[in-house]
């Protein structure tokens, strides 16, 4: 499984590039208004640091319109990657992005028929969110299972990107059930590297080097 960081803050991606485990950037509306920066500037930084996909986020809500879109922000840099609201004009919008050979992010699935229909259309991502289906008390790491099934039976080429990660478990859970990309939020890196068991152990060696005699 890949890691992609889930943010639009430039610090932040700029940081885990430097960790040097990073294939990509997803971004959405919500966290491009976070930074109340210009959506194509903040891209053109974003393309400029890192060489993976970088999901841009498309808000008409008809296949015209998402399509003038992501053509406008597909043309920003070739690693641009449009990211599509998982809707029948979003299917539409995938199709035709797909013929136009533009990489496309289905975003805001919360079922397998949903990931099945996007893969169909062309889709080289679906943006499964696990943290939101766990906020209703359904279980996001069983859809990651599902969806992986489904395109293993049917080989399908789709990627699946686990989103809406809120902690580390969600991370191991996504890897063992066949997400090949999880899309996580800076903090997490943090979290994902951190044990107290390493903490002591790196003490325990400095302490022992200092008092050699
Ligand atoms: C990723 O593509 C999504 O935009 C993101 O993971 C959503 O996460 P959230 O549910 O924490 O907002």
Redesign the pocket.
Do not use: H, Q
């Given at each position: 499984m890949k890691f992609f960081v889930?943010t639009a803050n430039i610090d932040d991606i700029r940081a885990a590039n430097e960790l040097g485990i990073l294939a990509g950037v997803?971004?959405?509306p919500?966290?491009v208004a976070k930074e109340g920066v210009s959506f194509h500037d903040r891209l053109k930084e974003i393309t400029d640091e890192v060489s993976g996909s970088v999901?841009a986020e498309v808000i008409s809500e008809d296949a015209e319109g998402m399509i003038a879109e992501g053509k406008e922000l597909a043309a920003i840099a070739p690693n641009i990657t449009v990211?599509v609201p998982m809707t029948l004009e979003g299917l539409k919008a995938v199709k035709a992005f797909s013929d136009l050979n533009i990489t496309t992010?289905v975003?805001l699935i919360f079922n397998a028929n949903q990931a099945l229909l996007a893969a169909r259309a062309g889709a080289t991502y679906v943006?499964p969110?696990l943290?939101?289906l766990d906020d209703i008390g359904q279980n996001g790491v069983d859809l990651i299972a599902s969806i992986s099934e489904l395109f293993e039976i049917h080989d399908i080429k789709t990627e699946i990107?686990a989103?809406?990660?809120?902690h580390p478990m969600h991370v191991t859970e996504a890897a063992r059930n066949g997400a090949h990309i999880a899309?996580i939020?800076y903090k997490v890196f943090g979290q994902l590297v951190k044990h107290p068991l390493t903490d002591q152990g790196i003490e325990k060696f400095l302490a022992d080097w200092n008092n050699q005699k």
């Open positions: 889930d997803t971004t959405n919500s966290l999901s990211k992010n975003t943006s969110f943290g939101r990107i989103a809406s990660i809120r899309t939020p």
